[in-house]
């Protein structure tokens, strides 16, 4: 149980072009989530926190024009990456809490390379 | 289907005590495991393992992989109430729909 996929897994894209990533909760509903960026060898850094049917809470640093989270259902957020740039190029990682809960479940993560 | 196995799910023991956090794998294609420590909101990165039998250390945490057998272990000696966390494990691919494959996580708790 408690199962979170990432879709997609994997994209390459242009700069200048914009990029939807989607988390979702299979089996449980989720009214957290979470979104990581992670470096290699390097701790997961929190972007930002999205409870369903709010605004999202954005980490200090973080562009909230840039990185766009919608949490549109107890079971879907997506980060989109608008007007992306080689140096987004990243693995974006998402986490999902249930009501009540303490356990984060992560996603596989999203690698995106942007040219 | 790829997956990652951590156990105990929950473990309290007394500060002092040396624990062993267990993790096992599945996966079509292996490139790292890694371990993580989780106190708040965002896993702080330990450990990177993608040999079989080095250990690594880090103060008084040290962690193996056996790319035989497929799983690694995380060590923490002479516990104290700082290592409370929960600790998660997670296996790198290089290919296929799932990069990173965490497993659920322990749940540490060292009491005084």
């Known amino acids: 149980g408690a199962v979170v996929s990432q879709h997609p897994s994997w994209v390459i894209c242009k700069s200048g072009t914009s990029v939807k990533i989607e988390c979702r909760s299979l089996d449980f509903q989720a009214t957290t989530m979470f979104w990581y960026r992670q470096f290699p060898k390097q701790s997961l850094m929190l972007m930002a926190t999205s409870n369903e049917g709010s605004k999202a809470t954005y980490e200090q640093g973080v562009e909230k024009d840039k990185f766009l989270i919608n949490h549109a259902s107890l079971t879907l957020s997506t980060l989109t990456v608008t007007s992306a740039h080689p140096e987004d190029s990243s693995f974006y990682i998402c986490?999902?809490?249930?009501?009540?809960?303490?356990?984060?479940?992560f996603g596989p993560g999203t690698r995106l390379l942007v040219l | 289907e790829d997956k990652v196995v951590q156990s105990p799910l929950s473990l309290v023991v007394h500060e002092g005590d040396t624990v062993t956090l267990n993790c096992s794998y599945e996966?079509?294609?292996?490139?790292?495991l890694l371990w993580y420590k989780q106190e708040k909101k965002a896993p702080t990165f330990l450990f990177m393992l993608?040999?079989?039998?080095i250990e690594k250390k880090s103060g008084r945490l040290s962690s193996i992989l056996d790319k035989k057998e497929l799983f690694s272990i995380l060590n923490i000696t002479a516990t104290q109430t700082g290592d409370s966390a929960v600790y998660l494990c997670?296996?790198?691919?290089?290919?296929?729909?799932?990069?990173?494959?965490f497993g659920k996580g322990t749940r540490l708790s060292v009491i005084a």
């Open positions: 997670a296996v790198e691919t290089p290919s296929g729909n799932t990069p990173l494959v």
């Open positions: 996966v079509t294609n292996f490139r790292s």
């Open positions: 993608t040999s079989s039998g």
């Open positions: 986490s999902a809490e249930k009501r009540g809960g303490e356990t984060q479940y």
